[in-house]
């Protein structure tokens, strides 16, 4: 059971990383760079829990002849999480690097959104916490941009996960 659970979610979270960094890679060469968007706009909400879906959906279905329980879900989820998070922000890091213009035009945009800041967000985030940032990004590196993104696909995952989990869960009837 547990087995055939990891085999599903393994396979469903290697599928979502190539979808995941198509989409990164489409976006760059599009105009758009990937890392400027508004997290709750971020395809990883959408593509996480398409797939996801259809992993509890289909060891629920076919392994375990309707039943999920809740934890089977989250730890379903959390590994086709980590498996799609960790491979994505590993070709992501190899992307970046390879495309030597990534890093800087994200510094780039980077600098100048945070250069466009309205002065009540500064107040409200505090000055020091503005500067420091301003003043890191020069030093920002592909390494630091992976493990963002690796960090930011668990946290969404976590939310999808939960979601999914309630609604796909069935226990069995007892009499």
Avoid: C
């Amino acid at each position: 059971m547990v087995r055939s659970l990891a085999l599903i979610a393994i396979r469903w979270g290697a599928i979502a990383s190539v979808l995941a960094v198509s989409l990164l890679i489409a976006m760059y060469y599009l105009g758009r760079h990937p890392l400027m968007v508004a997290p709750f706009l971020d395809f990883r909400i959408i593509l996480y829990g398409i797939f996801i879906f259809f992993a509890l959906r289909e060891f629920r279905d076919y392994q375990q002849q309707g039943i999920l329980y809740f934890w089977q879900g989250m730890a379903g989820s959390f590994l086709l999480v980590a498996v799609a998070g960790t491979l994505s922000a590993s070709f992501f890091w190899i992307f970046g690097t390879l495309e030597t213009d990534f890093v800087p035009s994200y510094i780039r945009q980077m600098t100048e959104y945070l250069k466009n800041f309205p002065e009540e967000d500064i107040k409200r985030i505090g000055k020091e916490v503005y500067e420091r940032n301003l003043n890191s990004l020069p030093s920002t590196n592909m390494a630091q941009l992976a493990s963002t993104y690796l960090a930011q696909s668990f946290v969404i995952g976590l939310f999808v996960s939960i979601i999914l989990s309630v609604i796909l869960r069935k226990q069995p009837k007892t009499t």
